[in-house]
């Protein structure tokens, strides 16, 4: 008789819940990542805050005006904060799976290899800034008088997906590179000089040095609409142009999962066990 395949949410929960009891072993740690990380994200709104002394908006005509770019930047922190709970610590983790051989014992478990591998710990002082990003929302939605309607939360909730998607889709791609190079160190450094494009509303990326880069990271390398979308449907909401951007959005995603999957086979395929 043929086992069932697992229920991926169950095992998910079960990892997450692993995870939990791990980082409560370790208290004071986790407290301070916490700590740390809410006071990242208070630097952050401080250093804005002081830009909106000065400045009406971001850029020059580009709409976003201070609570709205606050829109923006709470997105960014939602979306950064799922990116540290749940990707960012396993693929840092990867190369040391293939230095120490442990990906053998990940290879035969009866489960998808790069789901186990992309969600087997759960960095709970993530949520920090997850939190600190949901409080940062509707602070900005009270002082801008917006109550967004269901079409407008459901989208940002389905462009924030989006934008998980395209994220964890670059960081496996960087990921599966330590199958030929080794030790990635640089992992980390790549991810967030090539995310700080996405950090900014595309609108600011102007004239002959601007444009170029929109154009790269919007169509060749799209992190910019990570953020970019679900931010511009709770700020603005999605004009004709928007709209066009958010529906090759979702090909994007659909795009970049599809050639992540396919560049973490190549490496798993080039990958020769501890044992051999």
């Not at 494009?197 to 040095?209: D, Q, T, V």
């Not at 790269?216 to 700020?235: C, E, H, K, L, S």
């Amino acid at each position: 008789m043929s086992e069932s395949p697992p229920s991926y949410t169950r095992v998910l929960a079960v990892l997450a819940r692993n995870s939990f009891v791990r980082d409560m072993n370790f208290r004071g740690n986790f407290l301070i990542e916490v700590i740390t990380a809410m006071f990242w994200m208070t630097m952050m709104v401080s250093f804005y805050l002081l830009i909106f002394q000065f400045a009406n908006e971001i850029g020059e005509d580009t709409g976003w005006t201070k609570y709205r770019f606050f829109i923006f930047l709470a997105t960014t922190m939602i979306i950064n904060g799922l990116m540290q709970a749940f990707v960012l610590p396993n693929a840092a983790e990867f190369s040391e799976l293939i230095r120490l051989g442990n990906l053998d014992f990940a290879l035969v478990k009866p489960i998808d290899t790069q789901f186990l591998i992309s969600f087997q710990r759960v960095n709970w002082s993530g949520y920090a800034n997850i939190g600190c990003g949901i409080a940062l929302m509707i602070y900005s939605l009270i002082h801008l008088s917006h109550v967004p309607s269901w079409l407008e939360m459901s989208l940002f909730v389905v462009y924030v997906t989006c934008g998980l998607g395209i994220l964890y889709s670059l960081v496996i791609c960087l990921a599966s590179t330590s199958v030929w190079m080794g030790r990635n160190q640089s992992l980390y450094n790549f991810w967030f000089y090539i995310t700080t494009f996405s950090r900014y509303p595309m609108e600011i990326y102007r004239g002959p040095l601007g444009d170029p880069l929109r154009l790269i990271f919007t169509f060749m390398i799209p992190i910019m609409i990570a953020i970019n979308v679900p931010a511009q449907v709770m700020a603005k909401g999605l004009g004709e142009a928007e709209s066009k951007l958010a529906v090759f959005g979702l090909f994007a995603t659909m795009a970049c999962l599809a050639i992540s999957r396919w560049i973490f086979g190549l490496a798993i395929s080039a990958y020769r066990s501890a044992s051999s």
